[in-house]
């Protein structure tokens, strides 16, 4: 048993360690990766996180659209150098929580040089001491922007459903971070599912094939289950946690920020 002068010095960096830079990730596009994003973030501040979610989808941004937000200024202004990324934060009142919105349709950002791209992960890095996590919406596909972001991330979160098209596309996010090093960082959620049970059917198939070929499992995180009011809420443009609390849906999400907030934000 340690005795207190056998306890290891205190880690001074455990502090900075605690703000954590998150990719919401998944391959296949439309597994609920932006509405999640939002929802976590929601959720999060419900439990008392600061939270900033960043729209990370260069090609088709939309968390300014499922928000109903008219964002002055967005990452465009950013990457054409005449604004800082700390002067294109919003405040969503409603949510509480902060947003950096993307510019839908801009094909420009979607061609951004890696280079560029650098430059913004690092100006995002350096406001995590603001917020005790930054949530990046990634867009679909494994492109090299994706890539390049998830990189730069402290933890991905790959969103997938049942469907056999996601459960590949999933493995093949995972399979290409495993092989950049990352893999140790992935945590998995299993969206749109009619149960638990059907949850942990979806994981193990994905698990047994990164076993088989890996070597290795991400985590699994947690599950959401399917609610059509979740497109109410987004044809809406509010947010689902304040227009359908209390449902299973709602819970789910809740559950799943509190295992964020709990082990992940340590
Ligand atoms: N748990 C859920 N239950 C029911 N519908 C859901 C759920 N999660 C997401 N959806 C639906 O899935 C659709 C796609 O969601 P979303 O835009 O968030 O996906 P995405 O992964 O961000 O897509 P893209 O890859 O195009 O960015 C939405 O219309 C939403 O209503
Ligand atoms: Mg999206």
Request: hydrophobic share 45%; aromatic share 6%.
């Amino acid at each position: 048993m340690s005795t207190t002068t056998e306890l290891p010095p205190p880690d001074l960096t455990a502090d900075a360690a605690r703000h954590k830079l998150i990719a919401i990730a998944s391959g296949k596009g439309g597994v609920g990766k932006t509405w999640l994003s939002i929802t976590l973030a929601h959720a999060l501040t419900r439990q008392g996180k600061k939270v900033l979610l960043f729209d990370g989808d260069l090609g088709l941004a939309n968390i300014d659209v499922q928000l109903g937000m008219m964002a002055k200024r967005d990452l465009n202004d950013v990457f054409e150098g005449n604004l800082s990324l700390a002067h294109v934060i919003e405040h969503h009142a409603e949510g509480g929580f902060d947003v950096i919105a993307g510019r839908s349709g801009h094909g420009s950002l979607a061609a951004m040089p890696l280079q560029r791209l650098n430059d913004v992960m690092q100006q995002l890095r350096a406001l995590l001491p603001k917020y005790d996590a930054i949530l990046i919406d990634l867009g679909a596909g494994i492109d090299k922007t994706v890539r390049f972001m998830a990189a730069a991330a402290d933890l991905a979160i790959v969103v997938s459903t049942d469907e056999p098209t996601s459960l590949t596309d999933a493995y093949a996010f995972i399979k290409l971070s495993h092989a950049a090093g990352h893999g140790d960082n992935l945590h998995v959620v299993v969206n749109m599912t009619g149960s638990a049970k059907e949850a942990d059917t979806t994981y193990g198939t994905l698990s047994k094939a990164c076993q088989t070929f890996l070597k290795f499992t991400p985590p699994m995180l947690g599950y959401i289950r399917q609610d059509k009011r979740v497109r109410d809420a987004i044809r809406a443009q509010s947010l689902y946690l304040t227009r359908f609390p209390g449902t299973e849906t709602a819970e789910d999400v809740e559950a799943v920020a509190g295992r964020v907030a709990a082990t992940l934000l340590v």
